[in-house]
């Protein structure tokens, strides 16, 4: 068994983040496969692992617990079955670049989630996806580290995928099987930029987010112009109609564009963030009775 002092680990290292504010990694390694990924969890079983960042928002004072981000090496290989229309993708695989290479290859069932920054793991994990369709329609089986270092290989249906939700829990995803459909590479290009231009409409692309904060709520009760019960509405809707477009705290702003995006500029902590969180949710919560779950993941000192 190899040393623990193989991995090399850096030292107070910015996390980049698509909020693009909040605080470092006291530790972070970069493995690139399975045994470095062992190695990692012997420094530190609480590991933290970062994908791209793009759902993220973390503590201003940084973690201490050790970051992995999977950047290199074979966690970041791609492997295509052009005739049975398969793809084995590493967790570190950008998914916006996968989209576009499988449209080339005329494979389709990706290009609905054009527009969601993602590696493939945290695809998997928070289950990415919208109106055209979500990572589970396309992920067939899952490869991945438990925190004991074992490998676990999980079949699409011993996964617990609902909207916004994998249940891998602490599972280290290492490699996604996808299995896509053949199609006109012409026709996915089509759609693909049907699903762009729609989000360049209605989300603030050209500013740091991530995405959206909060989850779509199901209604209890029937809510005049939002929905019956049993319904899933818009929590942009909600915080548009509770009147929180354009509501600030320090350097971070609910989005005019699309109320369910917070905006954060130049000199925003992540407490801006949090705090405009909580009157947001508040003011949902007094108006609709209704308490908003975060879609964002919050990495907190612990
Ligand atoms: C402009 C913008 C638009 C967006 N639009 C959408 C959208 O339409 N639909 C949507 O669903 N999301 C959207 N998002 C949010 C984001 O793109 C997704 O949640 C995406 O899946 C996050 O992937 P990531 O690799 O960046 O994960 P990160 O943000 O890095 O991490 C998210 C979580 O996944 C965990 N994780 C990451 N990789 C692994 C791994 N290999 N193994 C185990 N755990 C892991 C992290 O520990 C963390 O808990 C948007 C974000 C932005 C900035």
Request: proline share 4%; glycine share 12%; net charge neutral.
């Amino acid at each position: 068994m190899p040393s623990v002092t193989e991995i090399e680990i850096q030292r107070n290292v910015p996390i980049e983040t698509w909020f693009d504010i909040g605080g470092g990694a006291e530790r972070l390694a970069r493995p690139e496969n399975v045994d470095d990924i062992r190695r990692c969890l012997e420094v530190d079983p609480n590991l933290r692992v970062l994908g791209d960042g793009a759902n993220l928002l973390v503590d201003d004072a940084g973690v201490d617990e050790l970051v992995i981000k999977l950047d290199r090496g074979e966690v970041c290989d791609v492997c295509f079955d052009d005739e049975n229309c398969r793809v084995v993708a590493g967790a570190g695989v950008n998914l916006p670049k996968l989209i576009l290479e499988t449209i080339r290859r005329g494979m389709s069932g990706l290009e609905g989630l054009g527009g969601v920054p993602a590696s493939i793991g945290g695809a998997a994990i928070m289950n990415a996806g919208g109106t055209f369709g979500q990572f589970c329609d396309v992920a067939s089986r899952v490869h991945g580290v438990d925190r004991s270092g074992a490998v676990v290989t999980l079949e699409r249906n011993q996964i617990d995928y609902s909207y916004r939700h994998s249940g891998l829990g602490n599972l280290i995803v290492t490699s996604v099987e996808l299995k896509l459909r053949r199609d006109d590479p012409s026709k996915l290009r089509a759609k693909l930029k049907d699903v762009m231009s729609l989000k360049k409409k209605s989300q603030p692309l050209g500013e740091s987010s991530a995405g959206c904060v909060f989850k779509n709520p199901t209604l209890r009760g029937y809510i005049t112009e939002i929905g019956p019960p049993g319904a899933r509405v818009s929590a942009g809707l909600l915080i548009d109609r509770a009147g929180c477009k354009g509501l600030k705290v320090g350097g971070a702003r609910v989005s005019d564009r699309h109320g369910n995006f917070i905006t954060t500029k130049r000199g925003a902590t992540t407490a801006d963030v949090l705090a405009l969180m909580e009157q947001v949710g508040k003011k949902v919560e007094d108006k609709f009775g209704l308490r908003l779950e975060p879609e964002v993941v919050i990495w907190r000192r612990r």
